[in-house]
Structures are given as C-alpha cells and as structure tokens.
C-alpha cells in the first residue's frame, strides 16, 4: 500500500497528463456525438417509424464489442487519435440521440398546439418551447454517454489512442512484474475519477441550464 | 344581422380528413357578429372543434372561406393570422419552462413590441384578471391553481390585443366551484373587452350561460339552430335541438338571469362583535326570522336565529350557519342552487370586493322566474316584449 502511494506521488505529472489527453477526446466525441445526435432527432423525432429506425441503428453500434470496433477502426482511419474518436462518438450516439427523440416527443402536446395557436413557426417553436423542455432529458442523455465514453476511451491505447489506456495496456503487458499492479490500477483509478468529476460537472450544468418552471 | 357586423364569416367551409369518406364539416356557413360570444355546441364527434381550428387554420379547410374583419384570410400566412387570434384550449398549454410574465408576453414578442410596452401590457393584463403583477409575473406555470392558470391563459391570449378569442372548452377540465366563478369572471371581463369570441363546448348549460348566441350542431357540423339563448330555449327549431337542450328548459332558462338583474331582498345585519342584545333586538324589529352577520368588511359571516341566541357559552362569530355567499354576477341558476343546498333557503350576495349587497331568497327566484315565462309568451305571440328580468341586450335580440 505504502508502495502504491509511493508510486502515485512519483508518477502524478504523468497520471495528469493522461487524465488531461482522456478527458479531452472523451470531451471531443461527445460534443461531435451530441451535434450528430440532436441533428438527427431534430429531423427525426415527428416520424414515429423512423424515429424508431434511426435509433436502432446507433443501438447497434453499441452491441459491437469496443475492442473489436477499435480495431475495425485501423484500416478505415490508420492509429492514433483518429479511429478513437471515431469509434468513442459512436458509442456516445445512442443515448443522446434516444433521449433527445424521447424528450422531443415527450413534450405536452398542448403546450406546442397552444404555441402553434399564437402563431410561433415551426423553427420558432422547436428552439423556444420544445428543445428547452427536452433539454434535462437530452442533458441525461449527454451524461450517460460521457460516463460510458470514460470507460470506454481507455481501450483507445490499442489503437494508439491518447489517454489513460496507456498505463492499463502497459501495465497488463507487465504482469508478473512490481510495476504493473501499479500502472494498471492507477489509470484505472484516474479512470474513476474523471467519470465522477464529469458527472458531477452534469450534475451543477443541469441545475444551471434547467428552467426553474420544470425542475 | 348584416354581413358587415360580421366580424368572423365562414363561408362554405368543409373539412375531409384524408382517408374518410365523410366530411368532417359539410359545408358550414356562419356569421359571428362583432363583440359577441357565440357558443358552438353538440354532442362529440359534431365537428365543433375542427370548425373552431379552421377559423384560425391549425385544420385547414378543404374546401370554403374564411373572412376576417371582411378580409379574405383563408390562404394568407396562418402564423400572421394567428397572432390575430387569441386561442384558449381546454388544457390551456402554458409554456411551463418559462414565467408568467413572458407566458403572457409571448406574442407581443413575436410582434417585435418595444421591453417598456411589453412590461406595461403584461402588469396591465395581471391587474385585469386579478392577479397581481408583483407577485405573480415572476413565478413558474407549476406555481399556480388550475384556476389561475386557466386566467393566464386568458391574458396570454388577449396580449396583443386581438379582435377575436378563440376558445375550445376553455372551462372544461376545472372543478365545478371554481368553473362557475371562472365563468362569472369572464363574463364580467367582456363587458369591459368587447371581444368577438367563437367557444366551443359540449355542455348545453355553459353555453346558455356564456353565449349571446348559440350554434347547436348536429353531424358534420350542419347547424342545427343558430339564435340567442333564449329563443332557443323558448322555441327549440327541431327535435334535435329540443333532445340536446333536454329536460327542464325553463330551469335552464334561470341560467339568463344574473342576481344582478333581481331586486335584492334588505336583511337586518348586524356586526359580528355586537352584543346579543343588539342582535336579538334586529332580530325582533324584523320578520325574517335571522340576523346576518358581517365582518369589519361587511362580509357575510354567519345566519344567526333566535334559538341560536340560547346558547350562552358560544361566541357569537360561532353561533348559528355560515353564511355561504354569491357573486353578483352569478346566475339565478347558481343562485336557486345555493339556496336548496344550504339550510337557510337565501343566499348573501356580495359585490367584487366581497362586500354585503343585499340577500336573494326562493320569493326573489319564483318573481323573476314568473317574469321570464311572460316575457317569452309574449314574445312568441308577437307582442313588443317589455324589459323585465334578464339581461337588455338578449331582449332585443328576440324582437
């Protein structure tokens, strides 16, 4: 025990950097999923069937085992940060986009017949009255999905990702060796630590973003 | 009426929902005069609804016109043309996510009004249906009663001042007590609005409450009748119109009369701090078997009769029935209600500020009732009717 602490205090500056780089591709693909993700559900949402479509197939790209996907990514993008962030925004897709769907068709229809009933456009109506009222739900949505994207990023380091799967791979091609319960665990428990911090970030920007008349 | 009173006319107007083989409205030519509530009411499935949404185009008409203040609007810019429209539904849809004050102020916005005149028509709105502005145009939807909802909606829908109200069931989904104030309001609220108002309901009673006149429709929207309450009540046109009106047309009849409209009965009062003396001597300088008792705001407390008197340990704001109180505004109808719901057979009426004004007993009721019946024989046998109990300008609609 002592030892780990001793390795933690040594090694900080190299923990932080990692937990920086994590943070930010995990930060990168859930702003490219969230716009893909609402695009879609903007279009989507008033079409039951293909609401239903649309929402399936982002399913599935979360059904494909991450190691898999990552590696599927190398011959399409090559290594490094790239297949990464690819493979991580289509994680991030389908909880965003099913709430967005969910929360925009969950909207009380007389509250947008009342809207349309004095005259607010179709534009006016979606950026005024219904996406401010899906938008604790979409927020859900967004947090969800960062906190599955932390976990997940870490695999990233198998295809040359930047992030804390540096030190788990190294660690985990160490085994038998003293570092390597250390390396392992104290990306892992950096990993931990992000996904708190990142929720606890959703937690305050949803009572800032959150109209008082629907919390 | 001529066509140029009206501020609303459809003409024509027919609605096929696509895959139905029949129309939904067949055909539908009506007048709504300027500053008149004309009630559209039938049984479900009428059309009555689809009618009112094709005034304001959120159903567009398949075939027919629609003219407002004589201007052809049936293929203008239906977003233009609603913010020409107040519109009221049953479930009012206030936008929960935003306060009072910008519910109200939402189409004033759209019409690019400056800050300073919306602040000023929305603190004016409030005071209208009143709310008070400080207190309540910061709060959320949630916040309110489903009755002070109901009344923001109102105020939303006359924010920019527009010529016409369109209402769908607008008191439908409130419990009864608060409805039957809601109504009182509103009425009183139009006397000083002069709005040209189309509202639907399905409830042959609000409608012969609310309406100057009323369209009864059967199926797809024919008309089965179109006149003031009171002929229609006096001389249904079918067998239908007769059905929907149902059973006690002349009790029905009760609901044209506001207490307003009655000589109140004078009642000996007395404070609700006087002694039992003081009481006992109104008690006997009169023949009405109680005292009615008042508060420092001359609100009616508490019916307090001889026997009460007796019961010595008793405060007096205790003894005997409470009294139970009507709006001026409220029809004989409500009145007559009261009055066999309560034990003291008369009912304190008191004016907006809850102030005593006088009191109507069952003998106030029968006078005006009796008045009524004559006012309709005479009428339809051709005679000049005479102002009696109801309201003037439903009498002169019968001429």
């Known amino acids: ?41 903007v279009l989507v949402y008033r079409r039951e069937r293909l609401s239903a479509i649309v929402v399936a197939i982002a399913g599935t790209f979360l059904t ?48 947008i017949e009342s809207a349309q009933g004095m005259g607010m456009n179709r534009v006016r109506r979606l950026v005024r009255i219904e996406l401010p009222l899906a938008w604790p739900v979409i927020l859900t949505g967004i947090r969800v999905s960062t906190v599955l994207i932390v976990g997940v990023a870490a695999i990233g380091a198998y295809v040359n990702g930047p992030g804390l799967g540096e030190d788990i791979f190294a660690g985990l091609a160490r085994i038998g060796t003293p570092t390597a319960l250390h390396l392992t665990l104290s990306a892992i428990l950096a990993v931990v630590a992000l996904a708190l911090l990142f929720d606890a970030f959703y937690a305050a920007l949803g009572r800032l973003t959150t109209s008082r008349g629907i919390r | 009426m001529s066509s140029s009173q009206a501020l609303i006319r459809l003409e024509s107007l027919t609605k096929r929902f696509p895959g139905q083989r029949e129309n939904a409205v067949d055909n539908l030519t009506l007048e709504i005069p300027a500053g008149e509530i004309v009630i559209l009411v039938g049984p479900s499935g009428s059309g009555k609804t689809t009618t009112l949404r094709m005034i304001n185009r959120l159903i567009e008409p398949t075939s027919g016109r629609i003219f407002l203040e004589g201007e052809d609007v049936t293929a203008v810019n239906a977003d233009r043309l609603r913010r020409r429209m107040g519109y009221v539904i049953q479930q009012i849809g206030l936008f929960p996510h935003v306060t009072i004050g910008d519910n109200i102020a939402t189409v004033p916005k759209m019409l690019g009004w400056e800050k300073k005149r919306i602040r000023e028509r929305v603190a004016e709105l409030l005071e209208l249906i009143g709310m008070d502005p400080e207190a309540y145009s910061g709060r959320y939807p949630k916040e309110l009663s489903g009755g002070q909802r109901q009344r923001v909606g109102v105020a939303r829908a006359l924010a920019a001042d527009p010529p016409v109200l369109l209402m769908d069931e607008p008191f439908s989904a409130i419990d009864p007590i608060t409805r039957a104030r809601l109504q009182n309001e509103f009425l009183q609220l139009q006397t000083k609005i002069r709005k040209t108002i189309v509202f639907v309901t399905h409830d042959i009673d609000e409608a012969i409450k609310m309406g100057d006149r009323i369209a009864i429709l059967d199926d797809r929207s024919h008309i089965a009748q179109f006149d003031t309450p009171a002929t229609i009540l006096a001389a249904p046109a079918s067998a239908f119109v007769e059905d929907f009106i149902g059973a006690g047309a002349s009790l029905k009849r009760l609901n044209l009369a506001r207490i307003a409209d009655v000589e109140l009965v004078p009642w000996p009062t007395e404070h609700v701090s006087a002694d039992r003396d003081t009481v006992r001597a109104a008690l006997l300088a009169s023949d009405k078997g109680s005292v009615l008792l008042l508060d420092e705001k001359r609100r009616p407390q508490r019916w307090v009769n001889m026997l009460d008197l007796e019961h010595e340990h008793d405060q007096l704001s205790e003894l005997g029935l409470s009294a139970q109180v009507m709006q001026r505004q409220a029809t004989l109808y409500d009145a007559l209600n009261e009055m066999l719901n309560s034990l003291q057979g008369a009912s304190a009426v008191v004016d907006e500020d809850g102030a005593y004004c006088g009191v109507i007993d069952i003998d106030a009721v029968a006078v005006a009732i009796r008045a009524m019946r004559q006012e309709a024989r005479r009428t339809f046998r051709g005679e000049d009717p005479v102002t009696a109990v109801g309201e003037p300008t439903r009498e002169e609609s019968l001429s």
Do not use: C, E, W
Request: hydrophobic residues 60%.
């Open chain 1, 1 to 41: 025990m002592g030892d780990f602490l001793h390795y933690l205090n040594f090694r900080k500056g190299h923990i932080f950097d990692l937990s920086v780089d994590h943070a930010q591709i995990v930060l990168y693909a859930i702003a490219i999923a969230t716009v893909i993700a609402l695009t879609t559900a």
């Open chain 1, 64 to 111: 494909i085992p991450s190691l898999a996907l990552f590696g599927l990514m190398i011959p399409i993008v090559g290594l490094g940060t790239k297949p990464a962030l690819v493979a991580l925004v289509m994680y991030a897709l389908l909880p965003i986009l099913r709430n967005a769907v969910v929360g925009l068709r969950g909207v009380d229809p007389a509250v």
